[in-house]
């Protein structure tokens, strides 16, 4: 296998011979082909694409890069898993967890950090004072066993090719190619163990699939990559054209994700939980439908038990879950609406951009994540406004940080006269 002729060939739109194709991964991540040829390579996949067969190769060989778990077997039962393609003041997993383990069901996962203007649920968690994202699999296997949920990093054995080459396409201007996410996500969740994956498909201006149809084709392949190696894959295909909830900076997100698990969370964050949870649940070995599953979901928040299951699991990873211990920004700035009239739009872009200037998040990879800083959108598409309510609350370190991302956030809004059609957040269930 030589790379300069496998990425010559697929410049020119070929083929690649599925043997050669998983060498190149794999001497990729035994550092044997270096990062420019790489990146060529991958430049030449975001333009020519793969074929199916090639994505089935490409992340077969990601799982053989390094090595796998197998939690169905270490918890004796069937293990489900969730994911996000990643998106703005997307916390969803956080709230998901704990729902789903007070109803019985064990959610182990791997997360990752955000980079750029979407956030990472792992800096999110790591806002809790004292909490560890850096589990052993036995302790891992252990707090799945006696709390029910724990959320950790990948560790460096996991898949290590597709860590080496998501880090490379974030700084080569490939991370948006359906193949190369398809492999990138399903690799992880089929090196993890889940025998049945709910997949969040953002699609919108804050995500990396913008249309509908292109979510759909992303949600296709997943399941087909899922359907070939035996598992099941369902993909909600979610809006993020506006962010989703209202916070959108760690300790601000995390304060919302325990309000939703106690119910008080918004509608349209609330509304993607529970039909995480719901889906999950029909899913596991508890013999449940959807509906059913979302009846015991709902009651999990409305009886305490989800948050109770909250508290155990941030206890369990060393955090103090009491949203007082979260840090708080110095400086709190409010940004009002100009004028009387209907939210027509928010966009999820621009706050999340404004959120990583404040220092929300990372422009570089090796960026510190200022925990406390972030936005908060209280007026969302669909919402009727008077001219001086509050839009959204700046909260940053210093007040010119805070003006900046003030302009910023009200340029994200556009008020009208007519409310637009309500498309709630789910768009769409594929699978
Ligand atoms: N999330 C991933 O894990 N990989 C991608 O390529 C995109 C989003």
Not at 15 to 21: A, K
Not at 101 to 110: D, F, N, T
Not at 134 to 148: A, F, H, I, S
Not at 273 to 285: M, T
């Amino acid at each position: 296998m030589r790379p300069a002729e496998l990425i010559e060939q697929k410049r020119n739109g070929g083929e690649h011979d599925l043997e050669d194709l998983a060498e190149l991964i794999l001497a990729y991540a035994r550092d044997e082909v270096p990062d420019y040829q790489m990146a060529a390579w991958c430049m030449a996949v975001f333009f020519k694409g793969l074929t199916d067969a090639e994505t089935h190769a490409l992340t077969d060989a990601m799982v053989r890069s390094g090595e796998t778990l197998d939690l169905a077997s270490a918890l004796g039962r069937k293990v489900v898993d969730k994911h996000s393609t990643g998106g703005v003041g997307d916390k969803t997993s956080i709230a998901v967890g704990p729902i789903v383990a007070a109803c019985g069901v064990p959610l182990g996962k791997m997360s990752g950090r955000g980079l750029g203007y979407t956030g990472g649920t792992l800096d999110k968690l790591e806002s809790i004072p004292g909490f560890r994202v850096e589990l052993t699999t036995d302790e891992l296997v252990r707090q799945l066993k006696d709390v029910g949920v724990a959320i950790v990093g990948q560790t460096a054995d996991l898949v290590p090719a597709d860590k080496k080459l998501y880090a490379l396409r974030d700084v080569t201007a490939t991370v948006d190619s359906v193949p190369l996410i398809a492999s990138s996500i399903m690799s992880k969740k089929l090196a993890a163990g889940a025998d049945a994956i709910v997949l969040d498909v953002k699609v919108g201006d804050g995500a990396f699939m913008k249309t509908l149809d292109d979510a759909r084709v992303l949600a296709e392949r997943m399941r087909e990559i899922g359907a070939r190696a035996g598992r099941e894959v369902t993909c909600l295909l979610t809006d993020m054209d506006q962010p989703l909830g209202r916070a959108v900076g760690n300790a601000l997100e995390i304060d919302e994700a325990r309000d939703t698990v106690r119910g008080d969370g918004p509608a349209d964050f609330t509304e993607l939980v529970l039909d995480a949870c719901a889906r999950l649940l029909a899913y596991s070995d508890l013999g449940v439908d959807v509906e059913e599953g979302r009846r015991r979901a709902e009651a999990a928040v409305a009886d305490g038990s989800a948050l109770e299951a909250y508290e155990r699991w941030i206890r369990a990873q060393g955090g103090d879950p009491d949203s007082a211990a979260l840090e708080r920004a110095q400086v709190q700035l409010a940004v009002s609406a100009p004028r009387d009239g209907v939210v027509t739009r928010v966009g999820a872009l621009a706050v999340g951009i404004a959120a990583m200037q404040l220092g929300a998040g990372r422009r570089e990879k090796t960026d510190p994540v200022d925990h406390a800083v972030g936005v908060l959108c209280f007026a969302k598409r669909g919402d009727s406004v008077l001219a001086g309510d509050d839009l959204a609350e700046i909260h940053a370190r210093d007040d010119a940080s805070a003006e900046r991302a003030a302009a910023a956030v009200l340029a994200a809004y556009e008020i009208g006269d007519d409310a637009p059609p309500d498309r709630g957040v789910l768009l769409e269930v594929v699978g």
